[in-house]
């Protein structure tokens, strides 16, 4: 995927593939309420996968911007987000499942609906994982983004609204990936309808990582895990 690639996924849709290391993922959503849930796992070695708490903890936040990176559990960078001009991306909510579409929106079946039935996002990221011959077993906490959710002083999580038609986010692949999407909504997501804005993926070359890059200078702690990616990199160099 070195050249351009361009594709939509539409609402309740789903999508993964492979993406190499240097790479740019842009995210744009179609109209408001967008969410799309998001799995990020190391392409060689699958149980190197996004890690949410120490995400979080080394960064010293509960949401994601431009600026932070994706930590995987081995305390190594994934992917950072370079541009953002939605502002806030959940990273707590969990994610939808059959028992709470229905209970929102309606109970719909293929059998009846068929292209027409409301998704949820632990069937969509289940079925993507099972395609690249990974299980329940390494089902884990997606990044929601494009959703605010907020979290009160007494511990209480609230969902937010925020504008996200026409806004967009852009990941740079730091390993090489395996990425795993479903444009399903949000969890704590109000709403009486299901959202309907689709979410464009344009995939292409990154620029070179400089010493003035963003998420290389956010704080400490993003430097180590770079570099530990950057080593890993160079001790690995030529063996997949």
Known sequence: MKASFTTTIEPGGKWSAYVSKGNSIR???????????????????????????????????ALLTAGHVLMSDQGRVLASITEDTVG?????????????????????????????????????????????????????????????????????????????????????TEMDLLVVLSNTPNPMDPGSLYPEAAVELVITDAAPIGEDDLCLNHCGENRRAFENTWNAHALMKGAY
């Open 27 to 61: 995210m744009t959503a179609s109209g408001d309420r967008a969410n799309l849930a998001c799995l990020l796992f190391h392409a060689h070695q699958p149980s190197e996968r996004y890690n949410m708490p120490d995400t979080l903890k080394a960064q010293h936040t």
């Open 88 to 172: 806030w991306h959940d990273t707590l909510s969990g994610y939808t499942t059959r028992e709470s579409i229905d209970a929102k929106y309606g109970v719909t079946r293929y059998q009846s609906e068929r292209n027409d039935w409301l998704r949820n996002a632990e069937q969509n990221l289940k079925v993507e994982l099972f395609r690249h011959n990974l299980t329940v077993r390494d089902f884990t906490t997606p990044i929601n983004f494009f959703s605010k959710i907020v979290c009160e002083l007494d511990g209480a999580m609230r969902y937010q609204g925020q504008d996200t038609a026409g806004k967009s986010v852009t990941l740079r």
